[in-house]
Nanobody, 117 residues
Framework: VQLVESGGGLVQPGGSLRLTCATS????????MSWYRQAPGKEREVIAS????????IYVDSVKGRFTISRDNGKNTVYLQMNSLKPEDTAVYYC???????????WGQGTQVTVSS
């Protein structure tokens, strides 16, 4: 099983980034997929989840209205469009199958997002 996150970087407050998570080794299309983040000194938290068909999406309040999760089952890939970024969004971002209880034991390397002027 592989989870490979990409697309992070340094962005100014108010800016945008699109994160990508390419997956392999499991049946992507039948799984809920989620994005998580871990800020310095804090525990990893789930921030957005999408149903297997992509029809249902859930967001944590802190990102609601700014972030959009999507998926492409043909490419086994999940995305996170992040707009109106704030300094408090600075974290390492990860994807995994499942929601509040991630299903894949081995996490990817994550992708660093830094929001700073």
């Amino acid at each position: 099983v592989q989870l490979v996150e990409s697309g992070g970087g340094l962005v100014q407050p108010g800016g945008s980034l699109r994160l990508t998570c390419a997956t392999s080794g499991f049946t992507f299309s039948i799984n809920v997929m989620s994005w998580y983040r871990q800020a310095p000194g804090k525990e990893r938290e789930v921030i957005a989840s999408i149903s297997n068909a992509g029809t249902d999406k859930i967001y944590v309040d802190s990102v609601k209205g700014r972030f959009t999760i999507s998926r492409d089952n043909g490419k086994n890939t999940v995305y996170l469009q992040m707009n109106s970024l704030k300094p408090e969004d600075t974290a390492v971002y990860y994807c995994n199958a499942g929601g509040s209880r991630p299903l894949i034991r081995t996490w990817g390397q994550g992708t660093q997002v830094t929001v700073s002027s």
